[in-house]
């Protein structure tokens, strides 16, 4: 079984952990660096909802 946490390009994870956090900081979770397992279902699902977000608008912006 592989990992589902794994980064297709490595390089990459700076760069996405750094998007997490701008993304939590916009719908106001306090995401740490290391353990977040103390955060809700709720919280973790609107900063995983504000990047997809994100990442929408940015692809519309490009076509």
């Known amino acids: 079984m592989t990992s589902r946490n794994r980064s297709l390009v490595p390089e990459a994870r700076a760069g996405l952990n750094k998007f997490k956090m701008e993304a939590a ?14 955060l809700t279902s709720r919280q973790n699902g609107s900063v995983g909802g504000q990047m997809v977000k994100k990442m929408v608008e940015q692809y519309e912006k490009n076509l």
């Open 25 to 38: 900081q916009e719908v106001g979770v306090n995401l740490t660096d290391g353990y977040n397992g103390d």
